[in-house]
């Protein structure tokens, strides 16, 4: 009903809206005054999580894209070495697993039938599981040896949103969990981090605000077929997720790429006036990967393309190439796809809505799929 939505159009929007206190109240109570997680909920012991020598995340849809970001932080930070997989593809092709393997499975629901396949094969095979999941109680937490909790509160549109940034953050506390009871080196960054996390809501919250040009770009681009996103180390992921929403929303055809496999065959797709969506790595950090994305714009913007560039605020190299410029608040390189995908909500929303689309109830998807 319409007192349901909260005077929103839709359960997307409100959930879109509600993704600053999504994040804060993940954070809640994770965080001691000292800048120390205390996750005593994850009740796998400190001693087994110093012996493990990999780390596994298995996922579907939207919660797969959160484990692929997941993995730079987790490798990064932990010099575990961490792989993520489609559940749906992990029983299939006997996957190397055994009590040193940590498996972290990612749902919102804690329903999703391939993912609960993928865990159930991974305990029996001695690997401990993690799970990281938004709704008490349900299946997949209870199959798994411990559950981080994600608060993003009930999520009813079909396409996840609020849940995909809580995931990312539930994700790097694991991150950060696993970094400080090994005894990182990375310890002092670690502590900038949970810093910075602290602030990321008021970061998601100030993109929320600056979203109306982004909307009139979108109802502008309702007459097209395809757009296709481009993104680097974890703008990959972001550009993954930003053609999925678009996908299951607004039934476009729409793609997500890794910039750097441009010239390695998706640039052939670039004619004119192809709307393109950039998400441009912070220029601080991974700056070569931003000069690259930068040059990598250039070449699709001679070829025709409509670019649509997500940069952060005060990157000025990127100006010259946009021709439509989407500002996002600076965070550390890590944790950019926090605030670099929201702009791609909102866009896939509005861009369904202006199609005529019904964005809370999408044609043929259901909100968690429980066969296989
Ligand atoms: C996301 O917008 C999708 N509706 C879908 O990909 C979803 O993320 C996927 O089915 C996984 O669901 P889960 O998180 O409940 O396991």
């Given at each position: 009903?319409?007192?349901?939505?909260g005077?929103y159009?839709?359960?997307?929007l409100?959930?879109?809206?509600e993704?600053?206190k999504?994040?804060?109240?993940?954070?809640?109570?994770?965080?001691?005054?000292?800048?120390?997680?205390?996750l005593?909920e994850?009740r796998?012991p400190a001693?087994?999580l110093?012996?493990?020598?990999?780390v596994?995340?298995v996922?579907c849809?939207t919660?797969?894209?959160?484990?692929?970001?997941?993995?730079y932080?987790?490798?990064?930070?932990?010099?575990?070495?961490?792989?993520?997989e489609?559940?749906?593809?992990?029983?299939?092709?006997?996957?190397?697993?055994?009590?040193?393997?940590?498996?972290?499975?990612?749902?919102q629901s804690?329903?999703t039938?391939d993912t609960?396949?993928a865990?159930?094969?991974?305990?029996e095979?001695?690997?401990?599981?993690?799970?990281?999941c938004?709704?008490n109680?349900s299946?997949?937490?209870r199959e798994s040896?411990?559950?981080?909790?994600?608060?993003a509160?009930?999520e009813?549109?079909?396409?996840?949103?609020?849940?995909?940034?809580t995931?990312?953050v539930?994700?790097?506390l694991?991150?950060?969990?696993?970094?400080?009871?090994?005894g990182?080196?990375w310890?002092?960054?670690?502590r900038?981090?949970?810093?910075?996390l602290?602030?990321i809501s008021g970061?998601v919250?100030?993109?929320?605000?600056?979203?109306?040009?982004?909307?009139?770009?979108?109802?502008?681009?309702?007459?097209?077929?395809?757009?296709?996103?481009l993104g680097?180390h974890v703008g990959?992921?972001?550009?993954l997720?930003g053609?999925l929403?678009?996908k299951e929303?607004?039934?476009?055809?729409?793609?997500g790429?890794?910039?750097?496999?441009l010239?390695h065959?998706?640039?052939?797709?670039?004619?004119?006036?192809?709307?393109?969506v950039?998400?441009?790595?912070s220029?601080?950090g991974?700056?070569?990967?931003?000069?690259?994305?930068?040059s990598?714009?250039q070449?699709?913007?001679a070829?025709?393309?409509?670019?649509?560039?997500?940069?952060?605020e005060?990157?000025?190299?990127v100006?010259p190439y946009?021709?439509?410029?989407i500002?996002i608040?600076?965070?550390?390189?890590l944790?950019q796809p926090?605030?670099?995908?929201?702009?791609l909500q909102?866009?896939?929303?509005?861009?369904?809505?202006a199609?005529?689309?019904?964005v809370d109830?999408?044609?043929?998807?259901?909100k968690?799929v429980?066969?296989?």
């Amino acid at each position: 009903s319409a007192a349901e939505k909260g005077g929103y159009a839709s359960f997307m929007l409100k959930e879109i809206a509600e993704q600053p206190k999504a994040v804060t109240d993940t954070l809640l109570g994770r965080i001691d005054g000292s800048g120390s997680l205390t996750l005593d909920e994850v009740r796998i012991p400190a001693n087994v999580l110093r012996e493990v020598d990999k780390v596994v995340i298995v996922a579907c849809g939207t919660a797969f894209h959160a484990g692929l970001i997941a993995k730079y932080a987790i490798e990064h930070w932990t010099r575990i070495p961490c792989e993520v997989e489609l559940a749906s593809e992990f029983r299939y092709r006997d996957p190397i697993l055994d009590q040193q393997t940590l498996v972290i499975a990612v749902s919102q629901s804690g329903e999703t039938m391939d993912t609960l396949m993928a865990l159930r094969h991974a305990r029996e095979q001695g690997a401990r599981v993690l799970a990281i999941c938004n709704t008490n109680g349900s299946t997949i937490p209870r199959e798994s040896d411990a559950v981080l909790y994600t608060h993003a509160g009930p999520e009813v549109a079909v396409a996840s949103t609020k849940a995909f940034l809580t995931q990312l953050v539930a994700c790097y506390l694991v991150a950060l969990y696993l970094g400080q009871v090994r005894g990182t080196k990375w310890a002092d960054e670690i502590r900038a981090v949970v810093r910075d996390l602290s602030s990321i809501s008021g970061a998601v919250e100030r993109v929320l605000g600056t979203m109306e040009p982004v909307r009139e770009l979108a109802r502008s681009l309702a007459g097209k077929d395809t757009v296709l996103f481009l993104g680097r180390h974890v703008g990959y992921p972001v550009a993954l997720e930003g053609a999925l929403k678009l996908k299951e929303l607004a039934y476009m055809h729409a793609e997500g790429f890794a910039a750097g496999e441009l010239k390695h065959g998706p640039i052939a797709l670039i004619e004119d006036d192809v709307p393109v969506v950039v998400v441009v790595p912070s220029p601080r950090g991974r700056s070569v990967l931003r000069d690259k994305i930068v040059s990598n714009i250039q070449e699709i913007r001679a070829r025709g393309a409509r670019t649509i560039v997500v940069a952060e605020e005060g990157d000025e190299a990127v100006v010259p190439y946009a021709d439509h410029l989407i500002r996002i608040p600076a965070t550390p390189t890590l944790l950019q796809p926090l605030v670099a995908t929201v702009p791609l909500q909102v866009f896939a929303c509005e861009l369904a809505t202006a199609r005529g689309n019904e964005v809370d109830q999408p044609r043929n998807l259901a909100k968690s799929v429980t066969v296989e």
